[in-house]
């Protein structure tokens, strides 16, 4: 599932971001995707089940913690890669005594900023 960049702006969850970060895992993932990466490729290099793998995916993405971007390919199979979201997460107290969460997140760089792009057309057609 493709996030809604409009949705980008709003803050993170808390408890979805909490739940996230409990997972060992969603930890995993975390850990080995040092690079774009298939639903399959993350599964291979975290020894995670692909059923799971998309589970754990989902609930990253919800999250704001990872981008799921679609890689676009001359034969028509498209495929999605995911990547980091985020260099920090920031857990805070507002001054109304209320728990905030912040995402700090690396600039994108214009192969991925066009990815995403595409990828919000292709969900339109």
Known sequence: MVR????????????????????????????????PMTAEEISDEADIPLSTTYRKLDRLTEASLLEEGVEVRSDGQHVSRYTGAFKQVVVGLSDDREFTVEITSSPQTANERLANLWSEVRKET
């Open 4 to 35: 809604d960049p409009i949705a980008d702006d709003e803050s993170p969850d808390l408890q979805a971001v909490f739940d996230a970060l409990d997972d060992p895992d969603c930890r995993e993932i975390v850990s080995v995707l040092t690079e």
